[in-house]
Nanobody, 116 residues
């Protein structure tokens, strides 16, 4: 089993920055990739970006150039640096881990609210 705990959400003005953290614990050796998703009220959960064990990253078009995913293997932690935030970035942000066998794990989510 893998447990994921997100932190770092909050309220920020448009144009501001936030950094989210996702700490993984448990059977972290099985993790092949991690990612961030978000879900706004009334909308489906959507991909924000992913990072592989080799630190290769992939981003949704809506956040390219503004958001950066990084990882600290020693701490089993993944970060989401969010810059130039917009009101439409308001959502609950979820950390995700995918095992080598394709099993998915989710964190509890952290709220990000961007005021205009």
């Amino acid at each position: 089993q893998v447990q994921l705990v997100e932190s770092g959400g909050g309220l920020v003005q448009a144009g501001g920055s936030l950094r989210l953290s996702c700490a993984a614990s448990g059977s972290t050796a099985v993790i092949n990739a991690m990612g961030w998703y978000r879900q706004a009220p009334g909308k489906q959960r959507e991909l924000v970006g992913t990072i592989s064990r080799d630190s290769l990253t992939n981003y949704a078009d809506s956040v390219k150039g503004r958001f950066t995913i990084s990882r600290d293997p020693a701490q089993n932690t993944v970060y989401l640096q969010m810059n130039s935030l917009k009101p439409e970035d308001t959502a609950v942000y979820y950390c995700n881990a995918k095992s080598m066998l394709g099993r998915l794990y989710w964190g509890q989510g952290t709220q990000v609210t961007v005021s205009s």
